[in-house]
């Protein structure tokens, strides 16, 4: 066989192999999006991913491990919109403050990705990968630069966590109620949490989206 030759059968291979992985990552975001149940057995998530059985384990060494990895890549994906859609921002308020509405939207436009953070954001608060990073990367800066009161970065995720998660268990469970005003009265709170005065922190949370998003 020619080195070409080899290398292209060695691509093809790699390419079914991360196609299959795809699957399973992809099932497994499913199952936890829509009951959260992580008991399931390995071949009903070969099944719903339409692999064989002895292919999981040609990836992953237990359910616990696909499952964080499912889990880990719904965060990044998470973050990545949320960077996307806040491109160009500067100010660390209004990225807090953002944050908050584009998330309360994403409850319509990324159900799944909402689900999963229902189900699973609370252990991943200060996760390194996700949004939390990002998240903590904004307030330290927002905190040297004397726009946030001085205090623990870590203490202040906790808290915007743990917020942005009540954000979208309301969104969720009370679809009935206004989830912009919801969304923009947390995000005041939350900057009125950081050190902002009353009027500044109200402004902020109600300014049009950045990228025409309101």
């Known amino acids: 066989m020619s080195t070409s030759t080899s290398a292209t059968v060695g691509n093809r291979f790699e390419r079914r192999r991360a196609a299959t992985r795809k699957a399973l990552v992809r099932a497994a975001r499913q199952i936890l999006a829509e009951t959260g149940d992580t008991g399931v057995s390995i071949q009903a998530i070969a099944d719903r991913a339409d692999v064989g059985f002895g292919s999981f384990y040609n990836h992953f060494e237990s359910k616990t491990e696909l499952f964080d990895a499912a889990v880990s890549d719904a965060l990044e994906e998470f973050g990545q919109v949320i960077d996307e859609q806040l491109r160009g921002t500067d100010d660390p308020a209004e990225l807090v403050a953002a944050g908050f509405r584009l998330t309360a939207r994403m409850a319509d436009s990324h159900p799944e990705l909402m689900q999963i953070l229902r189900h699973r954001g609370l252990v991943h608060i200060h996760s390194d990968k996700g949004a939390a990073p990002r998240a903590r990367r904004d307030v330290e800066r927002g905190i040297a630069i004397g726009r946030f009161t001085s205090i623990d970065p870590i203490i202040a995720l906790s808290?915007?966590?743990?917020?942005?998660?009540?954000?979208?268990?309301?969104?969720?469970?009370?679809?009935?109620?206004?989830?912009?005003?919801?969304?923009?009265?947390?995000?005041?709170?939350?900057?009125?949490?950081?050190?902002?005065?009353?009027?500044?922190?109200?402004?902020?949370?109600?300014?049009?989206?950045?990228?025409?998003?309101?």
């Open 159 to 214: 808290a915007l966590g743990g917020t942005l998660l009540s954000l979208v268990e309301l969104r969720i469970a009370r679809p009935d109620l206004d989830g912009e005003e919801a969304a923009a009265s947390l995000a005041e709170m939350a900057l009125r949490m950081l050190g902002l005065p009353q009027g500044e922190a109200r402004e902020i949370a109600r300014r049009p989206l950045p990228g025409g998003g309101d």
